[in-house]
């Protein structure tokens, strides 16, 4: 597909980003690879992330970030730009912040085209993907405190199936807990991360028949 292909597709799938309310439900979890796991009554807390979709020469990339080494927790971990919701702040405004506190981003630059499926954390947080078009690589400055390194990975690899599958880790006295993984280079995307990856692939492209599948060219 071509770009303007994929950006109406986006469009096309996607939540109007008008549309979004603070206590719609989440659509997808840490919990879907883990039914057995006890999954807390408790009130979500509201965060979003920004994916930044790159319209460029050789076709559609999405900037990514990996975590400071200082920070208190997920440290070094990759990452879309974003965070908490600020009091009375929609999920558009919280990921346009947080990725200019992060990286830079320049807000202006960023077209929002929707929203995706709400997905909730194992630590309690309800995250909103939130999609942005931008026509060419942006100049970023990653802020030392919180982000260590800001990349760009193409749409392609992330979006296609064959390039996910189902990791683990053992904590003592628990079961073994699941969650979804990518490798990109010497890169490793896991965790909620690869899940929302996992969840806008499904939403765009429709349920992967296998794991295994070779998906089609989704750029």
């Known amino acids: 597909m071509s770009l303007s292909t994929l950006r109406a597709r986006l469009i096309g799938h996607l939540e109007p980003a008008a549309s979004w309310t603070a206590d719609r439900a989440p659509a997808r979890s840490d919990f879907d ?3 057995e796991a006890e999954r ?3 009130t979500l807390r509201p965060a979003a992330v ?3 979709v790159i319209a460029g ?3 559609a990339r999405v900037l990514m970030t990996r975590r400071s080494d200082s920070l208190a927790s ?3 971990q990759i990452a879309f730009p974003g965070g908490r919701l600020d009091p009375g702040e929609t999920a558009v405004e ?5 990725a200019f506190e992060e990286v830079a981003l320049d807000p202006a630059l960023v077209e929002v085209l929707g929203v995706g499926d709400a997905y909730e954390t194992g630590t309690g947080f309800l995250v909103t993907p939130v999609v942005g078009w931008l026509t060419a690589t942006p100049a970023t400055e990653a802020a030392p405190d919180e982000v260590a390194e800001v990349f760009e990975v193409p749409w392609d690899f992330i979006m296609d199936p064959a390039n996910h599958r189902r990791d683990s880790y053992d904590r003592e006295g628990q079961p073994r807990r699941w969650y979804w993984a990518i490798t990109h280079e010497e890169r490793y995307i896991w965790g909620v991360t690869a899940g929302i990856v996992r969840a806008l692939r499904t939403r765009l492209y429709g349920e992967d028949v296998r794991a295994d599948v070779v998906a089609e060219d989704a750029a």
């Open 50 to 52: 920004l994916i930044p």
């Open 94 to 98: 919280a990921a346009l912040r947080e």
């Open 74 to 76: 997920h440290t070094g």
């Open 40 to 42: 807390p009554e408790r």
């Open 33 to 35: 690879l883990n039914p």
């Open 57 to 59: 020469l050789d076709g």
